[in-house]
């Protein structure tokens, strides 16, 4: 019960904020005509639920704060009769008005009973029942395309602060080490979801103060790589009986730097090899990242300093050290096929998930909004990611055509489609707002 009425009072927020109001003229309890100019801003924070509303009751203009309850009497039971934080509300609506409602100062507040539209209650109803993805598919074909693109900034926007909140959190474990963080960040990335867990963790058990002593070997920095990653151990390599001469000179070499440094190698179990192309292998980016980083190109200075999404494309230029342009593993059997280098789609797919909103994350702790600008338009530069989830809302009226709104409509998905939270979400309301026989007329 207490749920529902919770919902039930949400929803009379709902209809507030976006001015779904009868037709006839709003009048107080009292019978006073009642003009809205504007519904204010919802307060996210405590005291009432909007302020800066402009109300004219009768002939009076009003500048305040709107309160919204489920009935009258909520008011006295959340104590705003002795709060003076409440002493500014102009309005106070319900759904029920079973009391007269006065502030600390003893003065009667008007009171508005808002009846929620009922196809407002049997949209919403529709879309929780639904089993089409996505449940708003009905609409969407009649909206603007303002309208569409407006909510999908906002949304690639509220993505790219979500990552930053995250790549905050890294930073901690990084001890607050920017270029720590870059180099996670970026590795993290490599793993591709599959081993983005295990390339996080691995990145993390490197030490740049302890690497950055070698950067200018590519054979040392790649016995740390493979070293802390665990893959030059005999234990991990077993079942492969014909190790190369290349793999024995590595674990030598790592062998020596472990104990000058006192590295602790990670679980090499962690890894997934399974239904995975040979150039996505974890030996082969790990490679990769290596000559990134053997020539400079993976650090945070020169990200900052690219100007172009041709500038990122070419710091991801990369190929592989020469051992591993005729292998795959470590097994000493030479295989030729394949391109080593980082393709295209996996430098926009790096560039979309990492470089992106580190550019972003260290914008915003920088206080420079044109390093977060310059972040989105990489976005707005890049061919959009092509997946189920992209493809379905594409099926339903909604095409990407940058990597922006592929990012926007992931958001959307995860954050508002899989929540269920139609309420919040822009297309939610404009299919909320319209009347069921409009619904089944566009249907049509």
Same mark, same amino acid.
């Given at each position: 019960?207490?749920?529902?009425?919770?919902?039930?009072?949400?929803?009379?927020?709902?209809?507030?904020?976006?001015?779904?109001?009868?037709?006839?003229?709003?009048?107080?309890?009292?019978?006073?005509?009642?003009?809205?100019?504007?519904?204010?801003?919802?307060?996210?924070?405590?005291?009432?639920?909007?302020?800066?509303?402009?109300?004219?009751? #009768?002939?009076?203009?009003?500048?305040?704060?709107?309160?919204?309850?489920?009935?009258?009497?909520?008011?006295?039971?959340?104590?705003?009769?002795?709060?003076?934080?409440?002493?500014?509300?102009?309005?106070?609506?319900? +759904?029920?008005?079973?009391?007269?409602?006065?502030?600390?100062?003893?003065?009667?507040?008007?009171?508005?009973?808002?009846?929620?539209?009922?196809?407002?209650?049997?949209?919403?109803?529709?879309?929780?029942?639904?089993?089409?993805?996505?449940?708003?598919?009905?609409?969407?074909?009649?909206?603007?395309?303002?309208?569409?693109?407006?909510?999908?900034?906002?949304?690639?926007?509220?993505?790219?602060?979500?990552?930053?909140?995250?790549?905050?959190?890294?930073?901690?474990?990084?001890?607050?080490?920017?270029?720590?963080?870059?180099?996670?960040?970026?590795?993290?990335?490599?793993?591709?979801?599959?081993? #983005?867990?295990?390339?996080?963790?691995?990145?993390?058990?490197?030490?740049?103060?302890?690497?950055?002593?070698?950067?200018?070997?590519?054979?040392?920095?790649?016995?740390?790589?493979?070293?802390?990653?665990?893959?030059?151990?005999?234990?991990?390599?077993?079942?492969?009986?014909?190790?190369?001469?290349?793999?024995?000179?590595?674990?030598?070499?790592?062998?020596?730097?472990?104990?000058?440094?006192?590295?602790?190698?990670?679980?090499?179990?962690?890894?997934?090899?399974?239904?995975?192309?040979?150039?996505?292998?974890?030996?082969?980016?790990?490679?990769?990242?290596?000559?990134?980083?053997?020539?400079?190109?993976?650090?945070?200075?020169?990200?900052?300093?690219?100007?172009?999404?041709?500038?990122?494309?070419?710091?991801?230029?990369?190929?592989?050290?020469?051992?591993?342009?005729?292998?795959?593993?470590?097994?000493?059997?030479?295989?030729?096929?394949?391109?080593?280098?980082? +393709?295209?789609?996996?430098?926009?797919?790096?560039?979309?998930?990492?470089?992106?909103?580190?550019?972003?994350?260290? #914008?915003?702790?920088?206080?420079?909004?044109?390093?977060?600008?310059?972040?989105?338009?990489?976005?707005?530069?890049?061919?959009?990611?092509?997946?189920?989830?992209?493809?379905?809302?594409?099926?339903?009226?909604?095409?990407?055509?940058?990597?922006?709104?592929?990012?926007?409509?992931?958001?959307?998905?995860?954050?508002?489609?899989?929540?269920?939270?139609?309420?919040?979400?822009?297309?939610?309301?404009?299919?909320?707002?319209?009347?069921?026989?409009?619904?089944?007329?566009?249907?049509?």
């Amino acid at each position: 019960m207490q749920q529902r009425e919770q919902f039930m009072e949400y929803m009379l927020h709902y209809a507030w904020q976006h001015r779904m109001f009868p037709l006839s003229q709003l009048q107080t309890e009292h019978g006073e005509p009642i003009e809205v100019i504007s519904v204010g801003r919802h307060n996210s924070d405590a005291g009432p639920d909007f302020v800066g509303a402009q109300l004219k009751i #009768g002939d009076v203009e009003w500048v305040g704060n709107v309160e919204i309850h489920l009935r009258s009497s909520d008011w006295y039971r959340h104590h705003h009769d002795v709060d003076a934080a409440y002493d500014n509300v102009i309005l106070h609506v319900v +759904s029920e008005a079973d009391c007269e409602v006065k502030t600390s100062k003893g003065l009667e507040i008007p009171q508005l009973k808002l009846e929620i539209p009922s196809y407002v209650q049997e949209n919403y109803d529709a879309l929780m029942q639904s089993d089409r993805y996505p449940r708003c598919r009905n609409s969407l074909v009649s909206l603007s395309r303002l309208t569409i693109t407006s909510w999908l900034s906002a949304l690639y926007v509220e993505r790219l602060e979500q990552r930053t909140l995250q790549i905050t959190e890294r930073r901690k474990k990084c001890d607050l080490s920017w270029e720590q963080t870059a180099f996670v960040t970026i590795a993290r990335n490599f793993g591709f979801g599959k081993n #983005g867990d295990a390339f996080e963790r691995w990145a993390l058990s490197i030490p740049m103060s302890a690497i950055s002593k070698h950067r200018d070997n590519l054979f040392q920095i790649e016995a740390i790589f493979f070293g802390q990653a665990g893959f030059l151990n005999d234990t991990f390599q077993h079942q492969h009986l014909q190790l190369s001469d290349y793999y024995h000179k590595l674990k030598a070499e790592y062998s020596y730097l472990s104990k000058k440094f006192n590295l602790q190698s990670i679980d090499p179990t962690l890894w997934r090899f399974m239904r995975m192309r040979p150039q996505s292998s974890p030996y082969i980016r790990i490679a990769q990242l290596a000559m990134l980083y053997y020539s400079n190109r993976l650090n945070l200075s020169r990200l900052v300093e690219a100007n172009t999404i041709d500038d990122l494309l070419d710091l991801l230029s990369i190929s592989v050290g020469d051992y591993w342009h005729h292998h795959y593993s470590f097994i000493d059997v030479e295989a030729t096929r394949g391109v080593k280098s980082i +393709s295209n789609a996996t430098k926009d797919l790096i560039i979309i998930n990492s470089i992106v909103p580190l550019l972003f994350a260290y #914008g915003k702790y920088k206080a420079d909004e044109s390093m977060c600008q310059r972040a989105i338009s990489f976005l707005e530069q890049t061919k959009p990611e092509r997946n189920s989830i992209i493809s379905m809302w594409s099926d339903a009226g909604i095409d990407c055509r940058s990597a922006s709104e592929s990012q926007a409509i992931l958001q959307l998905t995860s954050r508002y489609c899989d929540a269920k939270d139609c309420l919040h979400c822009r297309f939610g309301y404009e299919y909320i707002k319209h009347t069921p026989s409009y619904l089944k007329e566009i249907e049509k």
